[in-house]
């Protein structure tokens, strides 16, 4: 069973009137509306008063360190496929978006 079909049975299952279901994307209220989380709003909050911070573009294939991390991340560390260099990443906005462009390189390079 894919993942988010996991994440989705157990939302349904639990009985708790806490629950959030992070299997969507997104946060919604029990009307249906966008939730956005406090921390979320916090965060936001310290970025706006951040006068150090630049509205610069990033590169195209998104934050160099971001990237790196991602990968130590997703790879581990310690992995072969890190040490001798043969993982590269791209940035891309949003889920859909990276599984777009992840398909279209696909289709380019694997037919």
Do not use: W
């Not at 279901?21 to 965060?43: F, H, I, Q």
């Not at 936001?44 to 991602?70: C, H, T, W």
């Amino acid at each position: 069973m894919p993942f988010l079909e996991c994440v989705t049975v157990a939302y349904n299952k639990d009985n708790s009137p806490d629950k959030l279901n992070l299997g969507v994307g997104a946060y919604r209220t029990e009307e249906g509306k966008p939730l956005v989380l406090k921390v979320v709003r916090r965060a936001e909050q310290m970025l706006v008063n951040d006068n150090s911070r630049v509205k610069e573009y990033l590169p195209i294939v998104g934050l160099a360190d971001f990237n790196k991390l991602s990968a130590k991340l997703i790879f581990g560390a310690d992995s072969p496929a890190i040490q001798e260099n043969r993982v590269t990443t791209v940035q891309c906005l949003s889920g859909t978006g990276s599984l777009r462009v992840g398909a279209e390189f696909l289709a380019r390079h694997y037919h």
